[in-house]
């Protein structure tokens, strides 16, 4: 898998701004990425050094369509904390 592939997108809502404080950053990546790749993406990415990397699958919600229920599909989310100092400059503006 390419670098590139492994993050899919910021996750910007407010729990994951009250985390910037923190230094820690969140973001939808693929499912088969695991911590390495996705820290070797993070660093390469935004030209921040990594050190640490956590990682979750959230569970698809169950939707309802007419009388179905059909579930929603799962995805990976990683909170990534950044050395003391630096910034994604990306997520300052949210």
């Known amino acids: 898998m390419?670098?590139?592939?492994v993050l899919r997108r910021p996750l910007i809502t407010e729990k994951s701004t009250a985390l910037q404080m923190l230094n820690k950053y969140a973001f939808e990546v693929a499912k088969d990425a695991n911590k390495?790749?996705?820290?070797?993406?993070?660093?390469k990415a935004f030209d921040v050094e990594v050190t640490?990397?956590?990682?979750?699958?959230?569970?698809?919600?169950?939707?309802?369509r007419g009388r179905q229920q059909l579930p929603a599909h799962s995805w990976k989310k990683a909170i990534v904390t950044l050395k003391p100092g630096d910034t994604i400059e990306f997520f300052e503006g949210a």
């Not at 390419?2 to 592939?5: G, I, K, P, T």
Request: aromatic content about 4%; overall charge positive.
């Open 2 to 5: 390419h670098l590139y592939e």
């Open 36 to 43: 390495p790749m996705i820290k070797q993406a993070v660093e």
């Open 52 to 64: 640490a990397v956590n990682v979750i699958v959230v569970r698809g919600k169950r939707r309802n």
